[in-house]
């Protein structure tokens, strides 16, 4: 799977899954604000929180740690490709992204009944508690570099549509989440979100990655394989107007669990 990766684009692939139809926040049925959603009532509603917060498989993406990033007294962002690890430091050190995550950051403070107004404040928040930005891959019993976390481990992961298209059938990704949980502590909680039914993403306009077609049997299946206890899980159906091309996702899962 490491070949195919060798072309992803972070400026195409956010274009392709950030922008409308799939980030309208205008509209609660578009993909992105159900994803903010999900994450906002887990870390506000169930009171997720503690002392760090790991995100495997960061990608290019801010969104995922947008409310997550005020309950953690740390954030630790990872991705396999250099690229995206770049792409993260330049809106986190330098604010020179050309992609703007500033509907995202009013979007979240509305959700946690802030005015749209604080997303400066949020923005601060997350550059101030992204400690770090390491290498990972979800295939090695230890996806992060030795010595990386407390060996007691994170008190949360969030892995967002990473696992399913890394992995080149459903054993390969039962086994990357039994990696991923030896970064977390007993206990500890798990949000995953990925794709249902999707055989392949464009990374770039001719960078076709395959991924594995997962069902909501084979998320339950593979979490409990692993050592999770399943607390929640929900679906999002993709409308008509979502298939816009570059992929053929059918629906998105959120799972909240626990690592026993
Ligand atoms: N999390 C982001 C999101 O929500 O859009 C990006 C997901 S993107 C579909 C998959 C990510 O997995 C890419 O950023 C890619 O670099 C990363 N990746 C590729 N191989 C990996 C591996 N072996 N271990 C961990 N991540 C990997």
Not at 97 to 107: C, E, G, M, Q, R
């Amino acid at each position: 799977m490491a070949a195919f990766y060798q072309g992803f684009d972070p400026e195409a692939y956010l274009k392709y899954n950030y922008t409308p139809p799939r980030a309208d926040f205008s509209r609660s049925d578009s993909i992105v604000p159900w994803k903010l959603n999900c994450l906002h009532k887990a870390f506000s509603e169930d009171a997720i929180k503690g002392d760090i917060l790991v995100d495997v498989g960061s990608g290019p993406t801010l969104y995922q740690v947008m409310s997550g990033c005020e309950h953690f007294n740390r954030v630790i962002l990872s991705d396999f490709l250099e690229v995206n690890r770049n792409e993260l430091n330049k809106w986190l050190k330098d604010g020179q992204s050309n992609f703007d995550w500033t509907p995202y950051l009013k979007h979240v403070c509305e959700l946690e009944g802030r005015s749209s107004s604080a997303w400066r404040e949020k923005a601060k928040r997350l550059r101030s508690v992204v400690t770090d930005i390491f290498p990972v891959n979800v295939h090695h019993l230890f996806p992060f570099p030795p010595g990386s976390l407390p060996a007691s481990g994170a008190d949360c992961i969030v892995s967002c549509f990473c696992l399913e298209s890394v992995s080149p059938d459903v054993s390969s990704f039962t086994q990357a989440l039994h990696n991923l949980s030896s970064l977390l502590r007993n206990g500890g909680h798990l949000l995953l979100i990925g794709a249902l039914g999707e055989s392949f993403y464009m990374a770039a306009p001719d960078v076709r990655i395959p991924v594995v077609p997962l069902d909501e049997a084979q998320v339950c299946a593979s979490l409990s394989a692993s050592g999770f206890e399943l607390l929640q899980l929900s679906v999002y159906r993709l409308t008509a107007d979502m298939l816009v091309g570059v992929d053929d996702v059918k629906g998105v899962f959120f799972a909240k669990a626990r690592k026993l």
